[in-house]
């Protein structure tokens, strides 16, 4: 093979490498598959969705919560909720009503722009009890 074109080869190759290597991770956020949270031990809720989290600080909730924030929340918004950058860092999302009905309808209908999910949707996924020990779980995160 001709040098010149060997070389063309080669840096093109490396381009497309790391612009694989660049958007992989990107994709993969969105695509990952949500893992099932199991709320024994929790008082189940039924079916209606609540407005204010009625685990806060129930400490079998904030064992759930934190497997349950671990295998579903931890890759985007940080291990430990301690955000490295690609999403908000959820400790600081105010302890009140607003904060809880803001956290339990992102949460269910996670976060899409111009076509592209930032956020998983996990409604049909985790149930209401995982939610709410994934809320608790985060509230029990030192600031
Ligand atoms: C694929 C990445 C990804 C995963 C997985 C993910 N999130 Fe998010 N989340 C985001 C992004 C990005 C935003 C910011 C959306 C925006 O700009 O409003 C967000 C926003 C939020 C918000 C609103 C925060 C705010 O300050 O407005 C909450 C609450 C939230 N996520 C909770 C969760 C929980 C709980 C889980 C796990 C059950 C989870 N997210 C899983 C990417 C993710």
């Not at 269910?108 to 999910?117: L, M, S």
Request: glycine share 12%; charged share 25%; with cysteine.
């Amino acid at each position: 093979m001709n040098l010149r074109l060997g070389r063309g080869l080669q840096i093109m190759g490396i381009t497309v490498a790391i612009v694989w290597g660049l958007n992989l991770p990107v994709h993969s956020h969105g695509d990952a598959v949500p893992q099932p949270v199991d709320t024994q031990g929790l008082e189940p809720l039924g079916k209606k969705w609540l407005k204010r989290n009625p685990y806060k600080e129930n400490e079998i909730a904030i064992t759930i919560g934190s497997s349950g924030y671990n295998s579903n929340c931890a890759r985007c918004h940080g291990l430990e909720v301690k955000s490295g950058g690609v999403a908000p860092d959820l400790r600081y999302l105010e302890d009140d009503e607003e904060g809880d009905s803001w956290y339990i309808m992102r949460v269910r209908e996670g976060y899409h722009q111009g076509g592209v999910t930032k956020m998983p949707k996990f409604e049909g996924l985790i149930s209401q009890e995982a939610m709410w020990a994934i809320r608790t779980y985060i509230d029990s995160r030192p600031e």
